[in-house]
């Protein structure tokens, strides 16, 4: 379908143009066909008035557990450990395919109204987390979570390989496959180097959890004599592009090492926040070239998958920390949720600006609302005063998914439905 | 009007039975009549259905300066002093009335649009404040911004007073009047002793800025050798019932004479962070019994007046800054913007809970979407999981002034050209 969007403010955050006034986009089929000066032979099966609107690169949430709003508010207060231990892992254990896609609906739902058209998961059961990103229309990069001490054990490695196999470009190219050991506390070094060793041979990327809490990084150093980020290095992770959750405490050696090997983090602020894990060094991580990315991680340590949230969290935090109101200005923030989450995922080429011959990939937001007047900076707004249900139109690989604020062809009572069956039985 | 809301969730945040399941809540006139047990000679005009809802007491903005939404996004991250010098006082200059009228009307839609049932405003020209106040229906303690060196100055001596005379008591009692200095480094110590007596002399409370920055605080000690808590004390202030905005930069001597004095400290999260001044000692101040309410500051430093995102952010960002995830757990966070709200004002007798008797100031929460399933815990939906978007309903002083999403009576689109030509004239 080609699709015409008129007389709006775009936001192309490709790094020249990145704010163009009264202008138009247009898309043919899949990809952005043209941005400004629209053909006149451009023959429009649907127009958009895009006139008090902006429109902008859908927004990437590059580290998160779609499923775990199965969990959502439902222990929270409580210290990391006993939230983990106690609550979060049992009912883990219990967990069957049925549940993740409904959970994983469930957050992909609320992703899409908050303007997400990509996002980059890593849980159990990922086949029916596929299978709700297939039927959904949204854009995934997915990872089987692997957890092992013994490198020989082949189970996850064979997990992977079979789930690579049957989803990998699936959904027109939208559905793509990384691997995904947990963390440094939950495979073993060897089992890390074999990883590594397997994501080569694979040709594809990793994603990781590292030195999100204070505990598991102090551990890591009793144990190993180095920093979880230092001992992923050494065992060759860093080798294959990697995006890394978390990236809380860090030394001055860990930031190079990612800075070094390219390494993307991913920042999770509102989870960070409210784990009590503390900041991420991200002023400093910026200044030795460490492409930076944001998440919102699991909706149970959220307690939502609100991105704009992340944004303005990223943007005034910073500010806060190094007491510098000039750190992480708006632009960056909108980079993070963009185009540095294209990067992140190693699809940058594809998403994560709005520049001709790119994937169409774009949500409008509604600017005609009290927060939002007087219009003076648009980027600001996005940022500064925003909220998630101002998206009103979203946009994925060209195919209109959610139009005046309303997602197509989907039944929510079903979902709410089959989601508190889930809980339930979970918590028998 | 006598209103019924049935077979709904209920936070009465009164310290007790704080969450009541499938109740109801009857209003009769401007106060309320029962909660729970409804009897049944109760002939309600108006019924409610409350299921899949949260009914919670209106939100408190303890300290704001609604007007300043003209000035939202029109200058962001930059260096404190230069945006204040530079940015915002040159237009504030220019200001007349008719811009803080629309400003302020602008910022008070927003502000029922997210729940907001009162609110405490310190600026110029607050008879437009206060009319805007009066035809919204909204809760307002208005405080007319007094600066001076000179303490034989009468002109805001007699301001106040002629705006006290002219607006206390009026809207059934909605609007009322504090006295406003604006801070230690805007008004001299014997402006600030005097203030202290007219406060006294009239029956009013004080609502005054605080140690908001770090270089007014450390110029405060260079010029007077004492921090502006101990100058503001010395001088009296807090001899009156006083809510000090901001409170960033705190000696433990401060804190102790905030906690002896009964001082109520008004935290703005949003605007400390974005500004870059840091963070206020919450859990200190807690520790030593300071009432701690919430305010969003003006929209030129936030840049809303969403206090579902101070909310959110005083829970999570007290448990990052301590690296305890037990720290400010989701009910003190909706204190701090109920009835410790109240309290800093001097209203916690009439509202900040739902408590019968108290005036009928509360809100309904749509809990039927996507972000706020599965439903376990409503404090901590709120407080994690809730956007501004999610207020349905809005009654203050027992009057509907939002239902369904919508304020009666009112001409957005008139609001918006009013504004944006207020800005237009002020940056000409």
């Known amino acids: 379908m080609n699709i015409l969007i008129n007389n709006t403010s775009i936001l192309t955050m490709n790094g020249e143009n990145e704010v163009l006034k009264n202008a138009s986009i247009a898309i043919e089929n899949d ?19 895009g006139s008090k609107k902006v429109v902008m690169p859908g927004i990437i949430n590059a580290h998160t557990h779609m499923a775990m709003s199965l969990f959502r508010n439902y222990a929270d207060d409580l210290p990391l450990w006993e939230w983990l231990s106690e609550k979060i892992w049992p009912i883990e254990d219990k967990l069957i395919g049925e549940d993740v ?7 992909l739902i609320e992703s899409i109204k908050s303007g997400v058209t990509c996002f980059s998961d890593m849980y159990f059961f990922m086949d029916d987390t596929a299978k709700a990103a297939l039927e959904l229309g949204i854009r995934a990069r997915l990872a089987w979570g692997m957890v092992g001490e013994n ?10 390989r079979r789930f690579y196999n049957d989803w990998q470009g699936k959904g027109d190219g939208r559905i793509t496959v990384m691997a ?63 995006a890394a959750a978390h990236c809380v405490h860090l030394s001055d050696e860990d930031i190079d090492i990612l800075a070094k090997k390219g390494v993307s983090v991913i920042y999770n602020p509102g989870s960070n926040l409210k784990l009590g894990n503390g900041f991420t060094r991200v002023k400093e991580l910026m200044e030795k070239g460490v492409n930076i990315a ?29 007491k510098e109101p000039t750190c992480i200005p708006a632009m960056t923030a909108l980079e993070m949720a963009t185009k540095n989450g294209a ?43 925003a909220q998630a249900a101002d998206v009103e139109t979203v946009i994925i690989n060209g195919k209109i998914i959610m139009e005046n604020y309303k997602i197509q062809n989907i039944d929510l009572e ?3 439905e089959n989601v508190e069956k889930s809980i ?3 918590l028998e």
Not at 35 to 49: C, N, R
Not at 151 to 160: G, I, K, M, V
Not at 294 to 322: P, R, Y
């Open 101 to 107: 896609y409904w959970g994983s609906m469930l957050s």
């Open 31 to 49: 990809r952005i066909k043209y941005i400004g000066e629209i053909l006149e032979d451009f023959k429009a099966d649907k127009a958009i008035d």
């Open 424 to 426: 339930a039985r979970l």
């Open 414 to 416: 079903k979902v709410y």
């Open 343 to 385: 990067k992140a995922l190693g699809l940058d080429k594809e998403i994560g600006s709005l520049e001709v011959g790119k994937k169409a990939d774009l949500i409008i937001i509604d600017l005609n609302k009290p927060h939002f007047y007087p219009i003076h900076d648009v980027v600001a707004a996005m940022v500064y005063s």
């Open 151 to 160: 490198a020989e054990d082949n189970t996850r490695f064979d997990l992977t």
């Open 180 to 242: 995904g050991p947990h963390a440094p506390y939950t495979c073993s070094p060897e089992y890390l180097k074999r990883v590594s060793e397997f994501a080569k041979e694979m040709k594809i990327g990793i994603h990781i959890h590292l030195s999100e809490s204070k505990k598991e990084t102090d551990e890591n150093y009793e144990k190993f004599g180095k920093s979880p980020i230092k001992l992923a290095y050494d065992q060759g992770i860093f080798d294959v592009p990697t």
């Open 294 to 322: 944001l998440g919102t991680d699991g909706a149970s340590s959220n307690n939502n998958v609100n991105m704009f949230e992340e944004i303005n969290l990223a943007a005034i935090v910073n500010k806060g920390v190094n």
